[in-house]
């Protein structure tokens, strides 16, 4: 099921607001039955993994339950273990196969498996509470709402990644408390502004570049559809950031505030800045649960602490890639990022101060150029694109390219999506909310023409 279609957003959505408001008034009912809607919202989407994700669940709360009563903390370890190796089952299995089959020179079989819904989400939901109890800062929850943190449906598919110390306490809050109206209309904003990242910016922008990537793979491409390609980039910017705030709005709408994922990031004026602004949730995750225990090994002597701190960073990147995708084309983007963040560490550090819009051009331009490898499949298919560079635009295209004309100038101009939903909701505004509904019929409408383009992290 997607935040995009009518099914969700016209039955499953009514149809949980209701229930929810009418167990509200009983504590001990909330969280079991948020626990059922995520459930069925899943099982909609995926339903022969539904009963993976349950396991998971159980599997990784009764890890933790014994791991309270005998404190051996090999216990944990043996089940992240455990998690990775399912997600890389299901993940990398059939890319670990094709490598060693290339290796020995011999045809292995591939497995006909299915890749689970959210599970690179939820195994790393599993694991950032399993460290942080392993580490004793987090506590010990109920089944219930360890349950809840795993599937809630709003992020269990593609984030944000939200912390266990972020969301926990809210779970099981009365939503239709005093002043729920105000909530209410805030997390409106976010569907409805996620919604036209989404629909109307970033599916235009699909129409445009599927075709061209899909020629891409086979050959070369027609006279200047290189620079449409070149621009990938703000593709997966607004269908990612419009995710992150539909999610957003839907934990809202059930009385819990996700992390914000996004903070205008092209409009950083380095690459290290960039990524502090981009998927931040991940990158927060990256750095507290893979960057910084390399870093602390200590396995180098001191004297080559810089070397292993930078070899950490190109890690790190390098998983980052790994991670969106079985592909070697994946990691190479993510050792790509990892090398400029080391130049960017270094000239910060030893180079002449950089102006900033020379920084932030740079910084636009690697990341529009790394999307074409993220994108492209194959160095093959990535290097048609680079190659289309070397013919000019059509201008009697202009009217088309409407959503990629669009596209920087949202990006470059306008604040964070947070910036903007709390400019509109400072204080309520008929004119506004009238406006709002008015937008939201239009997306609606809009939908029902266009047809439907998953979200691009659905993949992953």
Known sequence: MLFNDYPFLLVFLPAALLIYRLVDPYPHLRIGVQVALSLAFYAWGSPSFVLLLMVSIVVNWFASVAYERVKWKALLMLVIVFDIGVLALFKYANFILANLGHVFGATLPTLDIGLPLGISFFTFHHIMYLVDLRRGKAPLYALDRYALYIAFFPQAIAGPLARWSEVMHQFGKQVYAPGWQRQFCIATCFIALGLFQKVVIADGIAHLLDPIYTQAVSGPLASGDGWLAFCFSFQILFDFSGYSDIAIGLGLLFGVQLPYNFNAPLRSTNIQDFWQRWHITLMLFLRDYVFYPLVNLRFLPRRFLPVQFFGAMLVTMALCGLWHGASWTFVLWGVLHGVAQVVCSLWRRYGPNCPA????????????????????????????????????????????????????????????????????????????????????????IQIGERGLHEFVYFKF
Request: glycine residues 8%.
């Open 357 to 444: 819009l020379l920084g932030w051009a740079l910084t636009v331009l690697f990341v529009l150029a790394t999307g074409v490898i993220f994108r492209a499949g194959s160095l093959e298919a990535a290097w048609h694109v680079f190659s289309g560079l070397a013919t000019p635009l059509p201008l009697d295209r202009a009217r088309e390219l409407l959503p990629l004309l669009a596209a920087p100038l949202v990006a470059f101009l306008l604040p964070a999506s947070q910036d903007i939903v709390a400019f509109f909701t400072r204080k309520p505004d008929a004119v506004l909310a009238g406006l709002l509904g008015i937008g939201i019929l239009a997306l609606l």
